[in-house]
T-cell receptor, first 116, second 114 residues
Framework: KAGVTQTPRYLIKTRGQQVTLSCSPI?????VSWYQQTPGQGLQFLFE???????NKGNFPGRFSGRQFSNSRSEMNVSTLELGDSALYLC???????????????FGAGSRLTVL | AQSVTQPDIHITVSEGASLELRCNYS??????LFWYVQSPGQGLQLLLK??????LVQGIKGFEAEFKRSQSSFNLRKPSVHWSDAAEYFC????????????FGTGTQLKVEL
């Protein structure tokens, strides 16, 4: 059974550009969440999608956006990149998206973004 | 405010020694609790979780954790550490009604001396 697949694994952008990251969840998983990991801020929740709807959003500026497709694949976009956006972006999927929080998340290997 | 604290940033243990990594949370109710491990350049791998029931939970790779409600803690333990356990360990919490929004601790970097 394939795990959570994130592409690209590594990318370099310059300030002001935009970037799109892709996440393919485990087959059958309907919930996809995104996290940002930086040395300074640690792991921070970006947003969660379930059945193509954004269900929860973290405390990030509007430059960070995402979407989920009917096949549960998800993309996140960061516009007008800043140096501080350099990070490992992790995607996680879960079979169910119980609002209670009692869900098991499986993480991908991440997309490492470097902004120059 | 809801938060998760891992007080130890770095821990060094000798191979074969026991290990305990601390995790405390601040929340008015019982959250859902997780421990994840991250090796360099990799994503997060779930070690174990606590949702309800028996407060001592067993995970993969010989790890266990104990939920102590009175101390708001969920400490991770392993009786005998292997060199391959060197990694960064994250405690995470899902608060009731938060869906898949996990709040992570700052992580504990484990070094294993041979």
């Amino acid at each position: 059974k394939a795990g959570v697949t994130q592409t690209p694994r590594y990318l370099i952008k310059t300030r002001g550009q935009q970037v799109t990251l892709s996440c393919s969840p485990i087959s059958g998983h309907r919930s996809v969440s995104w996290y940002q990991q930086t040395p300074g801020q640690g792991l921070q929740f970006l947003f969660e999608y379930f059945s193509e709807t954004q269900r929860n959003k973290g405390n990030f500026p509007g430059r960070f956006s995402g979407r989920q497709f009917s096949n549960s694949r998800s993309e996140m976009n960061v516009s007008t990149l800043e140096l501080g956006d350099s990070a490992l972006y992790l995607c996680a999927s879960s079979l169910s998206g119980q609002r209670s929080g009692a869900n098991v998340l499986t993480f991908g290997a991440g997309s490492r973004l470097t902004v120059l | 405010a809801q938060s998760v604290t891992q007080p130890d940033i770095h821990i060094t243990v000798s191979e074969g020694a026991s290990l305990e990594l601390r995790c405390n949370y601040s929340y008015g109710a019982t959250p859902y609790l997780f421990w994840y491990v991250q090796s360099p350049g990799q994503g997060l791998q779930l070690l174990l979780k606590y949702f309800s029931g028996d407060t001592l939970v067993q995970g993969i790779k010989g790890f266990e954790a104990e939920f102590k409600r009175s101390q708001s803690s969920f400490n991770l333990r392993k009786p005998s550490v292997h060199w391959s356990d060197a990694a960064e360990y994250f405690c995470a919490v899902a608060f009731t009604g938060g869906g898949n929004k996990l709040t992570f601790g700052t992580g504990t970097q484990l070094k294993v001396e041979l």
